[in-house]
């Protein structure tokens, strides 16, 4: 009965370990989120400076996702100063994407090179290399803990890029995951050298009509300069049939369209 007991012990040991959750299918899970064909949001965007001065600027986000791959426009409608600035992302092939500008003052597109993608997004705290797709396939991801983060049970996880990844713009980023939706809630980033950089807080999540989770308010915080990103999404509509001329360079071009 004994040898029965411990055989029993082993095998309930062995299965807990083959349950166990991994950090790559946290990361896989937590990008996998994104589960409609299309969205259009409209963004409130402020920065706010160390003395708490704000800059509030509009934006209009259209996503679309064909064959596994994903393109996406953020176009700016206010203030004038801003207004019919556009960006495009256009997934290529897993892991690969290209970038396009348009500055109206300047009249052209201009595509964004792999040296300024960790430079800033139009001012705010968010590099262009954030706004890219992430492929889980150029990372090493760990689960290091589970802690309670605000009121929700998260696994830790740890991301690092592979030793052979050069477009990799962080070191390190650490994510708070909640574990009854694999929604992140926090990210903290380290730059290439290791060192602290950045701090992304979810502040408030909700859902589609559809079931979908999104960031409906976010902020992005500059550690060392102290300078915030507030992103709150106003409204967002899943599933809404966005046609592809919105992801072409033409659209970035035209200046009678929003």
Same mark, same amino acid.
């Given at each position: 009965?004994?040898?029965?007991?411990?055989?029993?012990?082993?095998?309930?040991?062995?299965?807990?370990?083959?349950?166990?959750?991994?950090?790559?299918?946290?990361?896989?899970?937590?990008?996998?989120?994104?589960?409609?064909?299309?969205?259009?949001?409209?963004?409130?965007?402020?920065?706010?400076?160390?003395?708490?001065? *704000?800059?509030?600027?509009?934006?209009?986000?259209?996503?679309?996702?064909?064959?596994?791959?994903?393109?996406?426009?953020?176009?700016?409608?206010?203030? !004038?100063?801003?207004?019919?600035? *556009?960006?495009?992302?256009?997934?290529? *092939?897993?892991?690969?994407?290209?970038?396009?500008?348009?500055?109206?003052?300047?009249?052209?597109?201009?595509?964004?090179?792999? *040296?300024?993608?960790?430079?800033?997004?139009?001012?705010?705290?968010?590099?262009?290399?954030?706004?890219?797709?992430?492929?889980?396939?150029?990372?090493?991801?760990?689960?290091?803990?589970?802690?309670?983060?605000?009121?929700?049970?998260?696994?830790?996880?740890?991301?690092?890029?592979?030793?052979?990844?050069?477009?990799?713009?962080?070191?390190?980023?650490?994510?708070?995951?909640?574990? !009854?939706?694999?929604?992140?809630?926090?990210?903290?980033?380290?730059?290439?050298?290791?060192?602290?950089?950045?701090?992304?807080?979810?502040?408030?999540?909700?859902?589609?009509?559809?079931?979908?989770?999104?960031?409906?308010?976010?902020?992005?915080?500059?550690?060392?300069?102290?300078?915030?990103?507030?992103?709150?999404?106003?409204?967002?509509?899943?599933?809404?049939?966005?046609?592809?001329?919105?992801?072409?360079?033409?659209?970035?071009?035209?200046?009678?369209?929003?």
């Amino acid at each position: 009965m004994k040898r029965s007991a411990v055989a029993l012990m082993l095998l309930l040991f062995v299965a807990s370990i083959a349950l166990a959750i991994t950090g790559r299918e946290i990361v896989e899970k937590m990008r996998a989120q994104e589960t409609y064909e299309d969205a259009i949001t409209k963004v409130k965007m402020e920065l706010v400076n160390p003395q708490g001065k *704000k800059r509030t600027r509009i934006l209009i986000t259209r996503y679309k996702e064909k064959d596994g791959l994903t393109r996406a426009t953020t176009t700016f409608v206010y203030p !004038d100063d801003v207004k019919g600035t *556009k960006f495009l992302v256009i997934e290529e *092939k897993k892991g690969e994407t290209t970038q396009y500008l348009f500055l109206p003052a300047l009249g052209k597109v201009r595509k964004i090179t792999a *040296k300024e993608r960790g430079g800033s997004f139009m001012g705010s705290d968010f590099s262009y290399a954030d706004l890219q797709p992430h492929d889980p396939e150029k990372g090493i991801h760990k689960l290091v803990r589970e802690e309670k983060c605000g009121e929700h049970e998260c696994y830790v996880v740890e991301s690092t890029p592979k030793p052979d990844e050069e477009d990799f713009e962080y070191s390190k980023v650490t994510y708070w995951v909640r574990k !009854d939706n694999y929604y992140p809630i926090k990210a903290v980033f380290h730059d290439k050298k290791g060192n602290l950089l950045k701090q992304l807080t979810v502040e408030e999540i909700a859902q589609t009509p559809d079931g979908v989770w999104y960031a409906k308010k976010s902020v992005m915080e500059n550690l060392r300069t102290h300078h915030k990103t507030v992103l709150e999404i106003q409204e967002i509509r899943t599933n809404a049939g966005i046609p592809d001329e919105f992801f072409t360079l033409r659209f970035l071009e035209d200046k009678t369209r929003l």
